[in-house]
């Protein structure tokens, strides 16, 4: 699938709250540094993992699950294996119907479950990572493509 850039912009702009599915506290983890970089650039970030409900990440209380979050979620990023994608994606329009947009990680992908949130009027976004497509679009890659915050002069 190919996402125009001023889509991706939009989105990221428009997000305020996102839904971490999958998360985890190990912070070599990309679901964990991804949902922290988000959190760190603005964004409400709720972390979502049955194994680790209750505990506390980046200030706010693992759910877990999507019908456990109180407050309206703009995303739902998925950070799971791609058939287990359509029954999030369920719970999810039952849970938020506001939401705004559905977002598959690197790697994940699921027809089914983009047909039935576009159905919905839902924008789906797979097999893309939110932070990299920030990091692109608003500027933040260094040298090399890495976001590392520091370059040596010693290369």
Known sequence: MTY????????????????????????????????????????????????????????????????????PIDMVDIFRRSEAVPPIVDEALVHFPDLQTVWMQIGVENAEAAATAEARGVTVIQNLCPKMEYQRLFGELRMGGFATGVISSKL
Not at 5 to 18: A, G, H, N, P, Q
Not at 56 to 69: A, P, T, V
Request: zero cysteines.
């Open 4 to 71: 125009s850039d001023d889509l991706l912009k939009d989105v990221l702009k428009r997000t305020k709250s996102i839904a971490v599915v999958g998360v985890s506290m190990n912070p070599v983890r990309p679901s964990y540094f991804v949902a922290r970089y988000m959190a760190l650039k603005g964004y409400r970030v709720i972390p979502v993992n049955p194994g680790h409900a209750g505990k506390m990440l980046f200030g706010e209380k693992i759910r877990g699950s999507l019908s456990d979050i109180e407050i």
